[in-house]
């Protein structure tokens, strides 16, 4: 049952006042195809949010002097990527897009920031522990040697897309809550001189055991995509181990692939 503070937002007029809607009526390109990109660039900025009502179609065609065929035609191709639904009683409605993220050594709060995503970060444990022995072997340290443990929970647009675990040398760098909470790990690190240079990296998947479930807003036994990382400073200096889990509902990885010659 939703709750009182999860009604739908309209389409503030300020919102809508920003889209400028460059329609050309000669180019071969369909009109329904050029305002359905244009919209969906509106939603990947963020200035339509996930939440906004659109509007109904009528309203929408008389606004940009398109016939409504037109425009419903436009909204489906978008509902048809999940970008918008259609809600009996309440119209068509901006969903949470899914997060796509390029393959590359780079930091998933600059990622999100970059995407207008609006990233979040609520630090879940931060503390000192003996490193687990992948953690260990991944750092270059001896099993049982201490270990900074930083397990934080990253949202955007207030749902939560990935629960992030990093294991870090000791004498690293210096680390609060606040500033962990306020900005991304890796732009710590560039503040405290590292320069990354390098990582190794590999994605799975899994299913969501029930405390990941629990605070990433899934089912237990939901699919989640994994991804686990040991970087390199430019000295060669090993500076962070990471296993991350991330919502596959709300998330996925590109990547560019060259043919070899």
């Not at 949010?49 to 940009?64: F, I, K």
């Not at 970059?114 to 953690?135: C, D, K, N, S």
């Not at 479930?213 to 990382?229: F, Q, S, Y």
Request: proline residues 4%; hydrophobic residues 40%; contains cysteine.
């Amino acid at each position: 049952m939703a709750k009182s503070g999860d009604r739908p937002r309209a389409v503030t007029e300020s919102a809508l006042s920003t889209l400028d809607f460059a329609l050309d009526r000669g180019s071969p390109v369909p009109l329904y195809h050029q305002l359905a990109q244009q919209l969906e660039a509106a939603i990947a900025r963020g200035v339509l949010a996930p939440g906004n009502l659109l509007g109904n179609e009528v309203d929408l065609s008389v606004r940009l002097g398109l016939s409504r065929p037109t425009v419903r035609q436009a909204i489906q191709s978008l509902v048809d990527k999940g970008l918008l639904v259609r809600r009996r009683g309440v119209g068509t409605q901006v969903v949470h897009s899914r997060v796509r993220r390029p393959l590359e050594l780079s930091s998933l709060y600059d990622d999100l920031e970059a995407a207008g995503q609006g990233p979040t970060t609520r630090v879940v444990r931060h503390e000192t522990v003996p490193a687990p022995a992948e953690a260990a072997a991944a750092l270059g340290l001896a099993g049982g040697s201490e270990v900074v443990l930083l397990e934080r929970l990253r949202r955007t647009h207030n749902q939560p897309v990935a629960l992030l675990c990093n294991y870090l040398p000791c004498d690293l760098l210096d680390l609060d809550d606040a500033r962990l909470e306020s900005t991304g790990l890796y732009r710590m690190m560039r503040s405290a001189g590292i320069t990354l240079h390098s990582a190794r990296q590999t994605v799975g998947a899994r299913s969501a055991t029930a405390s990941e479930a629990a605070r990433l807003d899934e089912k237990v036994g939901a699919a989640l995509l994994t991804m686990e990382r040991t970087a390199y400073d430019d000295t060669g200096r090993t500076v962070e181990y990471a296993t991350h889990v991330y919502r596959a509902s709300r998330y996925s990885f590109d990547f560019q692939l060259l043919v070899r010659s």
